[in-house]
Nanobody
Framework: QVQLVESGGGLVQAGGSLRLSCAAS?????????AGWYRQAPGKQRELVAT???????TYADSVKGRFTLDRDNAKNTVYLQMNSLKPDDTAVYYC??????????WGQGTQVTVSS
């Protein structure tokens, strides 16, 4: 069973930075249909933050464009989310997600990001 191990969450002041990591225990992220990050704030639905497709094209939510960067390290089988200029509205649980194929999706356990004003 493939596991996604997340790390890098924490508490940061507004304007600060954090880098999230998501390592897959098996499989090949570079060969997946897509890999990326979602987030869920209290009382809100889970939403897409950023994702990278197999061909390397990345998609970002409008709310994070210009502030967040998604990277994929094929050798380490890991995806990263560099988050700069953080805002209190970015406070949420961040979930790593890998769409291996049309019938197989794996989620990480989630990591808390809290941005204080």
């Amino acid at each position: 069973q493939v596991q996604l191990v997340e790390s890098g969450g924490g508490l940061v002041q507004a304007g600060g930075s954090l880098r999230l990591s998501c390592a897959a225990s098996a499989g090949s992220i570079v060969d997946s249909n897509a890999a990326g990050w979602y987030r869920q704030a209290p009382g809100k639905q889970r939403e897409l933050v950023a994702t990278v497709a197999r061909d390397g094209r990345t998609t970002y939510a409008d709310s994070v464009k210009g502030r967040f960067t998604l990277d994929r390290d094929n050798a380490k089988n890991t995806v990263y989310l560099q988050m700069n200029s953080l805002k209190p509205d970015d406070t949420a649980v961040y979930y790593c997600n890998v769409v291996w194929n049309s019938a197989w999706i794996t989620w990480g356990q989630g990591t808390q990001v809290t941005v204080s004003s």
